[in-house]
């Protein structure tokens, strides 16, 4: 890491995301205080039920603790599964506890709940007590706000804003394809292939035709590549589950601006006191 940071030349931004547990503190003070580079580490914990999945709540803890005195802005990365969904609010809140400000939360790609519809409500409601809780930013909705309010739509483009480059130096289009070698598009003597890697590909970007009439499809991030093939192996189909989740944070968003417009005219609508009477 510290041989890539030195070496490459003009980089912006160097992002490391790690499970945290090799992390030590002689390299994240290299990171922050000593390489004059903007170096962010993002770190992986699933909050206090992620002994579940084989890690060790108290070690993560520790490492997060650690990073945030270096770096106050950490965003924590969760997954959460159809079993750990039912804590998905304690889990941010376990994070919180450890003085973390920002958290991103994604369904595992694999999930396939057995009945949706309990499923869509157990996520609502807990992403609806994550709207609310105060001093954690949570990325998804942060970003589907920004989105909603500027009018973004989002859009990816195979090999134009970015390429996953491999150990053995072959270039794919994003992580999810790696090592699939009808993905492979170009490596570091030849460059990117854009202009084959969009022949190849035209269904990269493409909705699922689950989405023809979604009113809400303009604001939804279902059209990404990774996205796809991660949840159903395929470009042209999204899971049922990422749907729901997607589905989840839009309506959420939606209602976190409804609610701060409200709130807003309510206060520009408080009278004024000026020489005890009241003026509207
Ligand atoms: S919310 Fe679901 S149906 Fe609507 S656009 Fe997104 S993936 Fe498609
Ligand atoms: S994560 Fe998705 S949207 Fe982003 S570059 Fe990869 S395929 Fe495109």
Redesign the pocket.
Known sequence: MKQFIERIENGKEYVITTNGTLLDEDFAKWCFEESGKNVRINMSHDGKTCADRGADPALLDEKVKMLLKYQEDTLIQLVYTEQTLPDLYDNVLHLSGLGVKNVSAALDGFASPADPDSFGDLMREQWDKLGHLHGVSMHELTAKRKFIKENIR?????CK??VYINWDGNFY????FQNLSGFRCGDVNTGILTKEAEKAHPD??VMSARCDGCEIRDYC?N?????KMGTTGTLTDISEAACMEEQVHILTALEQIAESQRRKKKTEEKPVKQSGKSVT
Request: hydrophobic share 15%.
């Open positions: 989002p859009k990816c483009e195979i804003k970015k289009p994003c992580i999810q990269y970007s991030r059209s990404c590549a990774c996205r």
